[in-house]
């Protein structure tokens, strides 16, 4: 299984994010699997976002869940995360990952993906 992100590495404050990870080896409509978004900075660590489950069902970190919003392509095996009124501290590595109903921890996950917000 193979995860790969994309997307922009400089944006400006108050825009909108949007990344993209692509995923080989495996369907993400797959039971019983849960795709997430998380970040990482010196600041923070790490700091999970939110998932999109095999069904399509998402859920959404507290603190984030007013900007975030998470969604896929199905038919390109895609999931995308769209984060608005970006601020400084949204500079990040950005991962996806994935995980099993199962376990708490991720089994597979890209290589990140550097996204900085400055003007």
């Known amino acids: 299984v193979q995860l790969q992100e994309s997307g922009p590495g400089l944006v400006k404050p108050s825009q909108t994010l949007s990344l993209s990870c692509t995923v080989s080896?495996?369907?993400?409509?797959?039971?019983?699997?849960?795709w997430s978004w998380i970040r990482q900075s010196p600041e923070k660590g790490l700091e999970w976002i939110a998932y999109?489950?095999?069904?399509?069902?998402?859920y959404y970190s507290p603190s984030l869940k007013s900007r975030a919003s998470i969604s896929r392509d199905t038919s390109n095996n895609q999931f995308t995360l769209r984060l608005s009124s970006l601020t400084p501290e949204d500079t990040a590595v950005y991962y996806c990952?994935?995980?099993?109903?199962?376990?708490?921890?991720?089994?597979?996950w890209g290589q990140g993906t550097q996204v900085t917000v400055s003007s």
């Open positions: 999109i489950s095999f069904s399509g069902g998402t």
């Open positions: 990952a994935r995980r099993n109903s199962d376990s708490l921890m991720f089994d597979y």
């Open positions: 080896g495996a369907s993400i409509t797959t039971d019983y699997y849960y």
